[in-house]
T-cell receptor
Framework: AQKITQTQPGMFVQEKEAVTLDCTYD???????LFWYKQPSSGEMIFLIY??????QNATEGRYSLNFQKARKSANLVISASQLGDSAMYFC?????????????FGQGTILTVHP | EPEVTQTPSHQVTQMGQEVILRCVPI?????FYWYRQILGQKVEFLVS????????KSEIFDDQFSVERPDGSNFTLKIRSTKLEDSAMYFC????????????????FGPGTRLTVT
């Protein structure tokens, strides 16, 4: 079964600094997608960024970028210029190992706390 | 900006009762999903739905669960006889395309329905 590993249960960062949240995945599929979601304390799941396995460049969306290292099977999320509102749970997910219909497998999540 | 909506936001029910959780996916999306998250745990896939039929389901999605798209906008999850362990946040999600169809394959989640079974 597909496995997503987020080894950092919690991370702390100072406001305005950058932070990297780690994610590794395990698949032999040639084609797959990697996703990051943010879950604030209110509970909703907010889509942040998507990386396709065949994408030549690392994905970026505003202050979010994905450091995709295919050979290492890692898809780390980099948040630049952290803001207090970035404090939340962050989940990495992948659609590898499923059928063609997009089942996502999630990691355990990393709680990010941004200090003023 | 278009968004996935879910109702109710919180549902309390007694064990053994039937519940229906409702979702309105983003209007031009074709792929629909249900996930659940037990408190403090990771998000788990339940079922995917495309072209008016289930395309994949997890082992969690047993005979007590069913999904339906009764009209052109709603997507529902029914739990026929709820158990205590069904207490969780249930998320509906939708995507415009499926995997392998290029970019814009993001799955957008609704705000969730918190189901409490007593």
């Amino acid at each position: 079964a597909q496995k997503i590993t987020q080894t950092q249960p919690g991370m702390f960062v100072q406001e305005k600094e950058a932070v990297t949240l780690d994610c590794t995945y395990d698949t032999s599929d040639p084609s797959y997608g990697l996703f990051w979601y943010k879950q604030p304390s209110s509970g909703e799941m907010i889509f942040l960024i998507y990386q396709g396995s065949y994408d030549q460049q690392n994905a970026t969306e505003g202050r979010y970028s994905l450091n995709f290292q295919k050979a290492r099977k890692s898809a780390n999320l980099v948040i630049s210029a952290s803001q207090l509102g970035d404090s939340a749970m962050y989940f990495c997910a992948s659609d590898a190992g499923g059928t063609s219909y997009g089942k996502l497998t999630f990691g355990q999540g990393t709680i990010l706390t941004v200090h003023p | 900006e278009p968004e996935v909506t879910q109702t109710p936001s919180h549902q309390v029910t007694q064990m053994g009762q039937e519940v229906i959780l409702r979702c309105v996916p983003i209007s031009n999306h074709l792929y629909f999903y249900w996930y659940r998250q037990i408190l403090g745990q990771k998000v788990e896939f339940l079922v995917s739905f495309y072209n008016n039929e289930i395309s994949e389901k997890s082992e969690i999605f047993d005979d007590q669960f069913s999904v339906e798209r009764p009209d052109g906008s709603n997507f529902t999850l029914k739990i026929r006889s709820t158990k205590l362990e069904d207490s969780a946040m249930y998320f509906c999600a939708s995507s415009e395309r499926g995997p392998g169809q290029g970019r814009r394959y993001e799955q957008y989640f609704g705000p969730g329905t918190r189901l409490t079974v007593t």
